[in-house]
């Protein structure tokens, strides 16, 4: 039995594992990005002058720092996950097309693919939703 054969059989047995995994992963990225935000709050606020949104800075600044923070906690917890990720998707897009490209392309690279990264694992907690290890799912079962 080859590797490929026997991922996919591991992944069709453990699929609420793996969404766990993704639900964590991303959630501890967005929960460091949003405490990189708040202690480099003036390069955040710099990014967003150098952008088309440079009259909305103050009110960006704070949305981005709390949609991360917020929104990394309730992704891992699974609770709001949908609603959570929804509220991230435009923060990465705005970096993708309006932040990044006006750094340096040297600048950028590793932003650039983590931001990738993130958006993906947004758009795939978006689609599956928090799965069966998750709040959402207990109170479903415990409290409803």
Do not use: C
């Not at 793996?18 to 991303?26: D, G, N, P, S």
């Not at 606020?45 to 906690?73: E, N």
């Not at 709001?80 to 705005?94: D, E, K, M, S, Y």
Request: charged letters at 10%; a positive charge; proline letters at 2%.
């Amino acid at each position: 039995m080859n590797i490929t054969t026997r991922i996919s059989r591991w992944r069709h047995s453990y699929p609420s594992f793996l969404l766990l995994i993704a639900r964590i992963i991303l959630g501890i990225i967005l929960i460091v990005k949003g405490i990189f935000f708040i202690s480099h709050a003036q390069q955040l606020k710099d990014m967003i002058l150098a952008s088309r949104f440079s009259g909305w800075v103050g009110i960006l600044t704070a949305y981005v720092t709390f949609a991360h923070l917020f929104g990394g906690v309730f992704i891992i917890i699974g609770l709001f996950t949908r609603i959570a990720a929804l509220l991230q998707i435009p923060v990465l897009l705005g970096a993708l097309f309006f932040i990044l490209p006006v750094h340096e392309v040297n600048d950028m690279g590793s932003d650039l693919i983590l931001s990738l990264i993130v958006l993906g694992l947004l758009i795939y907690i978006l689609k599956k939703g928090s799965g069966s290890i998750s709040m959402e799912d207990y109170l479903k079962h415990h409290l409803l």
